[in-house]
């Protein structure tokens, strides 16, 4: 199974380190897999009315078209109906405008993150939501209520159509329904950990930046949650102990890693 790493937006925070937006693209039996999407070609055409102030100003992402997942995937010779899956770590702006570019694909989304970026009242959610409340969604949508399974001791869910290498795993805190995807890469398990964490010492017992350790408190919806969650992803067995690989959306190290091994 061939795992592909884009960066589908690019950050440039105000106080803060660059930073990405990471995106899987993975080769199945399917077809095409995409483990969350960054932005998409309509963030790029109207950023103001798609995302918001709030965001364009104070994150401030590249909002390039050559950033876009369904650039990069015809760049690479693909065709945007090669794209058959889309699974989520959960429906905010930064992860979720891309899913309006491939329409045909079947949505892998947890149920709760689902009702709340439909329904969820109040400001905050309006603002995170945006996008998706804009967008039409896909025909076929999966959603995940249960996680009954157990990965490495986090309750998880098979994903639907595909095989055991790969896992829906449970990571509350940043929202209710936040996931983490698992995809078997050669020895190791890769699990994209979406927002659970946004820079890696949060996983590596090390002080956070204080922008980070500000911003990662400031977004969780439940941060005492997100906290039990970054704990338990601390204690996982790393990749060198035939463990587990971690990361997550927007570490830019983790992504520059990812793509040339041993470069940062
Ligand atoms: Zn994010």
Not at 53 to 59: F, G, M, N, Y
Not at 98 to 122: K, M, N, Q, T
Not at 196 to 223: C, D, E, I, K, W
Not at 243 to 264: M, N
Request: proline share 6%; glycine share 10%; charged share 25%.
């Amino acid at each position: 199974m061939t795992v592909i790493h884009l960066n589908c937006g690019t950050l440039h925070p105000v106080g803060g380190d660059r930073m990405v937006c990471h995106v899987l693209l993975v080769e199945t039996a399917r077809g095409l897999l995409l483990v969350d999407t960054g932005f998409g070609r309509r963030d790029v055409a109207e950023p103001t009315g798609r995302l918001g102030h709030p965001l364009t100003k104070v994150v401030r992402p590249d909002l390039a078209y050559r950033e876009t997942a369904l650039f990069q995937i015809q760049a690479l010779g693909f065709d945007q109906a090669d794209v058959a899956d889309i699974v989520m770590t959960h429906l905010d702006s930064d992860h979720s405008g891309g899913i309006e570019d491939f329409p045909a694909a079947r949505l892998h989304v947890s149920a709760r993150e689902l009702a709340d970026a439909d329904a969820e009242a109040g400001p905050s959610a309006a603002v995170r939501y945006r996008p998706w409340r804009q967008s039409r969604h896909p025909d076929d949508v999966v959603t995940y209520s249960e996680t009954a399974d157990d990965w490495f001791g986090f309750p998880a869910a098979a994903l639907s159509g595909l095989d055991n290498d790969f896992a829906y795993v449970a990571l509350p805190g940043h929202t209710p329904g936040h996931m983490g995807v698992a995809v078997r890469d050669g020895d190791e398990w890769l699990l994209h950990c979406g927002d659970a964490f946004y820079h890696r010492n949060a996983v590596l017992g090390r002080p956070l930046p204080v922008s980070m350790a500000f911003s990662q408190f400031l977004t969780a919806r439940r941060p005492r949650e997100a906290r039990r969650t970054r704990k338990r992803l601390a204690e996982l067995p790393g990749s060198s102990e035939g463990g587990v690989r971690l990361i997550c959306a927007h570490d830019a190290v983790l992504f520059d890693e990812s793509v040339e091994p041993g470069r940062a």
